[in-house]
């Protein structure tokens, strides 16, 4: 079986973000970037079916220069080889199209994607890369096993857990769930020695440009101050619930 992981290169949940030139881009400087915690999720899974049943696990990133060290840190955690589409992922639709051509260029069974990314929250690229591809899709993905050709994936549903069969060609948007947190793993010793070895290639994008800019960032508004009121006082509680937050 030919896994594909997609992996997004996003700033660490820590990190100060800032934006520059006008608040049209992301300040960069100081941020620590790792990989998008969706994404390492699905990465481990993938792992487990490359230890258990043979799998051959690659990783793809649209992304710049950059996102390399994220790329070396897969390969160390246990991934064969990797990709980098060399372009800048603003724009669902053309980093599904620029996902989709390595699927197809290189015949994976199995494609596993975060259901979003860190950064935008855009939930897009999954579903768009199974459409363009005609590959079966199950979003909100907590669980899979495989056996040849067929698959039986557990996805988050409202209330509760939906389980579905499906068959290969797959693609799955996963999230927490796939594995535990205390599954995740950490690169050893051994394990990044070797990552220096295995395959990184850059590949040009495809197609169109894309097809949407980011013309402004704004960040949330400051919290308020907190307002403390005597317990006493329930008539003034009542009234700056009623007045200020309006939630009664």
């Not at 494609?111 to 591809?133: C, F, R, T």
């Not at 005609?134 to 993905?141: D, L, P, Q, R, T």
Request: proline share 3%; with cysteine.
């Amino acid at each position: 079986m030919k896994i594909l992981v997609c992996i997004s290169h996003v700033p660490d949940t820590t990190s100060k973000i800032n934006f520059v030139n006008g608040d049209s881009e992301f300040d960069t400087n100081g941020v620590q970037f790792v990989i998008n915690p969706n994404d390492e999720f699905g990465l481990t899974r993938a792992i487990w079916f490359k230890e258990q049943q043979g799998a051959n696990v690659t990783v793809v990133n649209v992304g710049g220069a950059d996102a390399e060290a994220t790329l070396r840190k897969a390969l160390a955690i246990g991934a064969d080889e990797a990709i980098r589409i060399n372009a800048n992922p603003t724009d669902g639709m053309f980093v599904a199209k620029q996902l989709a051509d390595v699927v197809k260029n290189g015949g994976f069974d199995l494609v596993i994607a975060g259901k979003e990314s860190l950064d935008y929250n855009g939930g897009m690229v999954p579903g768009m890369m199974a459409a363009m591809l005609g590959f079966n899709f199950v979003n909100a993905c907590v669980g899979i096993d495989v056996n040849g050709n067929d698959a039986k994936v557990t996805r988050e549903i409202d209330g509760g857990k939906e389980i579905v069969s499906a068959s290969l060609p797959l693609i799955i948007g996963g999230q927490k769930g796939l594995v535990e947190e205390k599954d995740l793993r950490i690169p050893n010793m051994r394990g990044i020695m070797m990552a220096r070895t295995k395959a990184l290639t850059l590949v040009e994008p495809t197609g169109d440009a894309s097809a949407t800019k980011a013309v402004k960032f704004e960040k949330p508004a400051a919290k308020s101050a907190v307002k403390l009121v005597s317990a006493d006082n329930l008539d003034e509680l009542i009234s700056l619930l009623h007045n200020e937050a309006k939630v009664i």
